[in-house]
């Protein structure tokens, strides 16, 4: 029976857990502490890289938690199952865990930074125009509920809803979900600069993926599909080779949305996937992203909503603030043991996968 004591209740804890695994299994560690923010009990914060394997392998493996802070508490339960497994790896093969790539919302249980920035919407050129979304400007006003009660949470969905039926599915998505970068106490926020956890991000791959000539990033986040399911998430185009790879690593699953519960994915701006292919352009690069489905997507934009109104209006009502951070929490992180131990089972059978691909490319 897999160990449920992978899963952490802080992120100290996932950390310092995490740290000993790596160590365990002989990988090393390289660490990027961020220079100003600590976390809730004064913690440091840091951005942690283990590299199992030759550092100058030229085939490498990198599974990266946290882009999303709090959903990073089962990417890190996975990352070190996986690293107390002892793995032997293939010749010229290395595994390079990401851990904590948001480490401020990691510890502080949010998915965005300590600017209310979603990282994974801030890996933009912000010497460039930014990113518009004309439809997140006639969303804002619903999202940004001041009083958290079921008549007001009621209201905004009607409007979202109203939105919803006028666009269409597609423009409701890019619209709410796909990035926007005009309203700092938003939803989806991408930032106005990059964020720390952006930099520190580009560090490590600049440092521990200059000689790797075969690459594969996989991503691991929550919230997306059945309860108790992974879904895949593959942003290659249809027929271009790194899809296909994707689909021999994987199987069809990755690449045909099984198991995702929107109806119509947005068009993302500024991932953290694409940065890192971007960053390596001399690498034959495969990306993918997976999700641990917890809620139904009702409740996860519920979700969104709560996290904003707790950041900006909670601090007013403490102990409605409690409340809603208990339903938020359970949101992208829920304590069920059949939903942990599905985490487990699961995410080691796709890393192997991923490892096996890698290895064979």
Request: net charge neutral.
């Amino acid at each position: 029976m897999l160990e449920l004591a992978a899963f952490s209740d802080s992120y100290a804890e996932a950390r310092r857990e995490f740290v000993e695994a790596a160590r365990r299994a002989g990988a090393k560690l390289t660490s990027y502490q961020h220079p100003v923010e600590r976390g809730p009990g004064g913690e440091a914060l840091y951005l942690d890289v283990s590299v199992l394997g030759p550092g100058n392998a030229s085939r490498v493996f990198v599974v990266g938690s946290g882009t999303h802070g709090i959903e990073g508490y089962s990417g890190s339960a996975a990352q070190r199952a996986w690293l107390r497994g002892r793995p032997r790896l293939p010749k010229d093969t290395a595994v390079i865990f990401f851990h904590g790539q948001n480490p401020w919302g990691f510890a502080h249980k949010t998915r965005t930074t300590e600017e209310n920035v979603d990282l994974n919407r801030n890996f933009i050129d912000f010497g460039k125009p930014l990113p518009a979304n004309p439809g997140y400007l006639e969303l804002h006003p619903l999202l940004a509920i001041r009083q958290w009660d079921e008549p007001s949470i009621a209201g905004a969905f009607a409007g979202l809803d109203a939105f919803r039926d006028r666009a269409g599915e597609k423009a409701f998505s890019d619209a709410f979900n796909g990035g926007q970068y005009s309203h700092p106490d938003g939803i989806f926020y991408g930032g106005a600069r990059p964020q720390w956890a952006n930099s520190a991000f580009r560090a490590a791959v600049e440092t521990h993926l200059e000689t790797a000539r075969s690459v594969a990033f996989l991503d691991l986040h929550t919230g997306i599909g059945p309860w108790c399911e992974h879904v895949y998430l593959c942003f290659h185009p249809q027929g271009s080779p790194a899809r296909e790879r994707a689909r021999a690593w994987w199987g069809e699953r990755a690449v045909n949305l099984q198991g995702v519960t929107h109806k119509k994915l947005a068009t993302y701006s500024g991932t953290i996937i694409d940065a890192f292919a971007q960053m390596l352009p001399r690498a034959e690069v495969t990306t993918i992203v997976v999700e641990f489905g917890t809620l139904p997507r009702r409740d996860m934009q519920r979700a969104g909503l709560a996290q904003r109104w707790m950041r900006f209006e909670g601090p007013r009502d403490p102990v409605l603030a409690a409340k809603v951070r208990r339903e938020y929490e359970a949101a992208f992180y829920p304590a069920d043991p059949a939903w942990r131990k599905a985490v487990l089972e699961q995410s080691q059978e796709f890393i192997d996968r991923g490892v096996a691909g890698i290895s064979s490319s």
